[in-house]
């Protein structure tokens, strides 16, 4: 390894011992990079396309709940609840005056 005295050096020679530094830590980075793909390709535990993970099928979820003054807006039960909801629980209704009859089977 060669030692440099920095303090001697101009500025065009600390500039390309920079450079130098740069390449060559470049060139070794991509070497184990490449090296550790390698590895995990191996393994099989990279994926390809890495975010484009295809999401777990649910079951699509009823509604639950029926706005009584339009009839076309429901509601499943599950997540923030629309504003006619909270209108009608405001107005001194309780949540179970909203549900949907089920068909008997």
């Not at 830590?25 to 994926?47: D, F, N, T, V, Y």
């Not at 009839?71 to 909801?85: F, I, L």
């Amino acid at each position: 390894m060669t030692k440099y005295n920095l303090k001697m050096m101009t500025v065009d020679e600390l500039w390309q011992l920079h450079e130098s530094v740069v390449g060559e830590l470049s060139s070794k980075m991509a070497a184990e990079r490449a090296k550790l793909e390698g590895q995990l390709r191996r393994l099989g535990s990279i994926a390809r396309d890495e975010g484009t993970r295809e999401r777990r099928p649910y079951p699509k979820v009823l509604p639950k709940y029926r706005n009584p003054k339009n009839r076309s807006e429901t509601w499943t039960g599950r997540g923030k609840q629309p504003g006619w909801v909270r209108e009608q629980i405001r107005s001194g209704r309780k949540l179970n005056d909203f549900l949907i009859a089920k068909a008997s089977t």
